[in-house]
Each structure stands twice: as structure tokens, then as C-alpha cells.
């Protein structure tokens, strides 16, 4: 089993800053892809960024130049550390996690962009 853990998130004015972490333990892949997506009310779950294993990673449109994937392997974690955060970013945040045959989500923090 794999279980993730999420922290970050939360309210911020538009222009700020906010990092999202995100924590896998357990029986964890030695490849695996691990990233973070998000759904705002009304619309379809969407990737964000997600980073592999091998360090190649993808970003959304939407966030390349504001958003940077980060991880570190050794605590099998991902960091998403997003700047010039806007109003239309406001949305639950999901962890991702895929190795093998599994795909698992986590639980989702929200992120709001207001002033």
C-alpha cells in the first residue's frame, strides 16, 4: 500500500506565493510519477505539473513560468511551489501518485486566490 500526505495550501492575494508538499510512504516504486492536479468548482479535474522519477517532468499551460515541480526522491516527496499566484488558480489541489499498475489520489487541499 501507498499512502499520501498533502500540506500546504490556503488563502493568498493575487501575485503571492504558495507551496503545496506532498509526502508517499509505503510500498512505494522505485519509478513512479507523482504530481498535482486540481478541480475548481464547475470544472474538469485538470493537471497541473507532475515530475517522474527520472526528473523529466510536464507542466500545464496555464502555469509554465509561474509554477516549478520539485522533488526529492530520497523522501519520496514533490514540493509545487507556485508564484504569481491568480484568482483562476483557486481550486482543490490533488496529489497524484502512479507506480506500477496503481494510481492514487490524495485527499486535496484548497487553494484560494482572492484579494
Known amino acids: 500500500q501507498v499512502q499520501l500526505a498533502e500540506s500546504g495550501g490556503g488563502l493568498v492575494q493575487p501575485g503571492g506565493s504558495l507551496r503545496l508538499s506532498c509526502a508517499a510512504s509505503?510500498?512505494?516504486?522505485?519509478?513512479?510519477?507523482m504530481g498535482w492536479h486540481r478541480q475548481a468548482p464547475g470544472k474538469q479535474r485538470e493537471l497541473v505539473a507532475s515530475?517522474?522519477?527520472?526528473?523529466?517532468?510536464d507542466y500545464a499551460d496555464s502555469v509554465k513560468g509561474r509554477f516549478t515541480i520539485t522533488s526529492d526522491n530520497a523522501r519520496n516527496t514533490v514540493y509545487l511551489q507556485m508564484n504569481s499566484l491568480k484568482p483562476e488558480d483557486t481550486a482543490v489541489y490533488y496529489c497524484?501518485?502512479?507506480?506500477?499498475?496503481?494510481?492514487?489520489w490524495g485527499q486535496g487541499t484548497q487553494v484560494t486566490v482572492s484579494s
Open positions: 515530475m517522474a522519477t527520472s526528473g523529466s517532468s
Open positions: 497524484n501518485y502512479r507506480g506500477g499498475t496503481m494510481s492514487l
Open positions: 509505503g510500498s512505494i516504486f522505485s519509478f513512479n510519477v
